[in-house]
């Protein structure tokens, strides 16, 4: 298998104790390349030194809506020191969350137009969180001007709209990002989504520490399980898990810029 795993959080706290061996876990199960995505300042920073820490390890810098009400006149410098790294592959995650609400929605909706120029303006894909803010959120894609840096580039991560809204951002040059719930019993609308997209547009991702698949829900995620939403990914469109591993692997390296294959 190889496979890459374009979404998660291993900067995370809950991964201090045993980082080293839950990275080492993955690569052993074909887990070429890691996204470690920051929330934060502070958790971009840890995803920025991770990634300078461990091979195949890259990171992506951004500020999370439920923070958008946090940023002020520094952190926008910060963030772009920070992704001055050449092992940051991606700004992100930024976008809108109408389901918690931690930050104004009006203030969500700003932030996320100010990071998508600022990701533009620095050549770097962007890392979209959508969550109950479909309609809004694809509206603000469509807005974004983009195409300074070639085009709108980045992916709609963990994603949970319809068949319809996947092809909406296609159509605007994203990819669509699966995860493990996928593999729920109630992610219907998430396997129509797979059927539909081709192939060549679909990623895989963790977002561990969260979301870990079936049989595994109630412990930790972490990067190795990407496995089950390759082989869940697999199983919906009638192919062996490793040209599902490979397709999508090949996506990501087409998309963040970084070497899967030797």
């Not at 061996?21 to 502070?42: H, K, P, Q, T, Y």
């Not at 920070?82 to 389901?99: C, K, M, P, Q, S």
């Not at 300074?148 to 909406?168: E, I, L, N, P, W």
């Not at 396997?191 to 561990?208: K, Q, S």
Request: one cysteine or more; hydrophobic letters at 40%; glycine letters at 8%.
């Amino acid at each position: 298998m190889v496979l890459v795993d374009t979404h998660c959080h291993i900067e995370m706290r809950s991964f201090d104790r045993d980082r080293k061996a839950v990275i080492e876990r993955a690569r052993s199960l074909g887990v070429r390349n890691m996204i470690a995505v920051g929330v934060d300042l502070e958790d971009s920073r840890r995803a920025v030194t991770v990634a300078g820490t461990f091979d195949g390890v890259f990171a992506a810098v951004g500020i999370h809506p439920h923070d958008a009400k946090k940023i002020d006149g520094k952190t926008y410098d910060i963030l772009k020191q920070l992704a001055d790294n050449d092992r940051v592959v991606a700004w992100g995650e930024i976008g809108l969350d109408f389901f918690r609400n931690l930050s104004p929605r009006a203030e969500q909706n700003r932030r996320f137009r100010e990071q998508l120029d600022l990701a533009d303006d620095l050549n770097l894909p962007v890392i979209i969180h959508d969550r109950d803010a479909h309609g809004e959120t694809l509206g603000i894609l469509k807005q974004w001007k983009g195409g300074r840096t070639g085009g709108k580039r980045g992916v709609v991560h963990c994603f949970s709209g319809d068949t319809a809204m996947a092809q909406a951002c296609i159509d605007l040059g994203f990819y669509i990002s699966i995860p493990a719930t996928v593999t729920y019993r109630n992610a219907s609308r998430t396997r129509d989504v797979v059927r539909a997209v081709p192939m060549e547009r679909l990623l895989i991702e963790t977002d561990a520490p969260f979301l870990s698949p079936e049989p595994l829900r109630r412990e930790r995620n972490e990067p190795a399980h990407v496995l089950y939403t390759a082989r869940k990914v697999a199983e919906i469109r009638g192919m062996e898990p490793e040209q599902a591993g490979e397709i999508t692997s090949r996506n990501a390296s087409e998309l963040f810029g970084f070497e899967v294959f030797p």
